[in-house]
């Protein structure tokens, strides 16, 4: 499935990156602008963002459910993942309001 229509990114590439990073450090916070940097790409419209993060969190979560990672780790990352990305969402969505209300 097309994620990102401007790269000509698939759902599947976005996966498969995601598992990649979290190889390196399971850890880690993902954010769209860093998977792109591995694929060599860039947002352009950055419309699919929003896709993105949801892949991102989706992807996360089976990684560490098929992993050894324990229930309490797995939710406190996945907690902290997703204010991470929700704040993201939030400052962005006022960054859009501000230079919409100075336009
Ligand atoms: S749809 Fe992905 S950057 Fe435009």
Redesign the pocket.
């Known amino acids: 499935m097309l ?5 000509f ?1 698939t759902q599947k590439e976005i996966v498969d990156v995601i598992n990649g990073l979290l190889d390196e450090d399971c850890w880690q916070l993902i954010v769209p602008a860093k998977v792109y940097h591995a694929m060599q790409k ?8 929003p896709n ?1 993060v949801d892949i991102i969190i989706r992807t996360t979560e089976q990684y560490h459910a098929g992993r050894h990672s324990t229930d309490d780790e797995i939710f406190d990352f996945m907690t902290r993942l997703k204010q991470f990305h929700e704040e993201n969402r939030r400052a962005d969505l006022e960054r859009r309001q501000k230079s919409h209300r100075a336009a």
Request: hydrophobic letters at 25%; glycine letters at 14%; one cysteine or more.
């Open positions: 994620v990102c229509s401007c790269n990114i860039r947002g352009r419209c950055c419309g699919c963002f993105v």
